[in-house]
C-alpha cells in the first residue's frame, strides 16, 4: 500500500476583501475614532476562553502538506514585523477534511491582519524569510 503525496502548485493571490470574504475578513488600518461598522473585525468568541499569543516561526517556506480548522471560533492572525506573508485556506465545511479543489493560497501585506470565519480550513501563516 502507497502513502504517496499529491504534490500541487499553487499561485498565491494578493489579498482583497472581496476576494478573501469566503474565507474571512481582511482588517486593515483605520483612523483613530472610527465608530464600529462592518469593515472591524467580526469575532466570534462564545464557545470559549479567547487566546491572545505571539508566535514565534521558523522559516517554513511557502509548502505545507497539513491543513486545519477552528471550528468553534474565530481566528486573527498577521505579521508583527510588517512582513508579507502566506496563507491556504480551504472554505468552511461541516465536512472533517476540506475540498482540495476548492484550496486556494493568499499574499498578504504585512499591514493588515486577516479574521478567519468559524471552520475556514487553512495552512500558514507562511514566511520566505526568517
Not at 51 to 75: A, E, N, P, V, W
Request: glycine letters at 8%.
Amino acid at each position: 500500500m502507497s502513502n504517496s503525496i499529491t504534490v500541487r502548485p499553487l499561485s498565491a493571490q494578493l489579498i482583497t476583501a472581496e476576494s478573501f470574504r469566503p474565507y474571512g475578513q481582511l482588517i486593515t488600518p483605520s483612523h483613530d475614532g472610527k465608530l464600529f461598522d462592518e469593515s472591524d473585525a467580526q469575532l466570534h468568541l462564545k464557545n470559549g476562553v479567547p487566546r491572545f499569543y505571539i508566535m514565534r516561526l521558523q522559516t517554513r517556506g511557502r509548502k505545507f502538506k497539513r491543513i486545519t480548522r477552528h471550528s468553534q471560533c474565530t481566528q486573527c492572525l498577521g505579521s508583527l514585523g510588517g512582513q508579507e506573508w502566506f496563507l491556504g485556506v480551504a472554505p468552511p465545511s461541516p465536512h472533517p477534511q476540506p475540498d482540495l479543489e476548492k484550496l486556494k493560497v493568499f499574499r498578504i501585506p504585512g499591514d493588515c491582519f486577516i479574521k478567519l470565519e468559524v471552520g475556514t480550513w487553512h495552512a500558514g501563516p507562511l514566511f520566505d524569510q526568517p
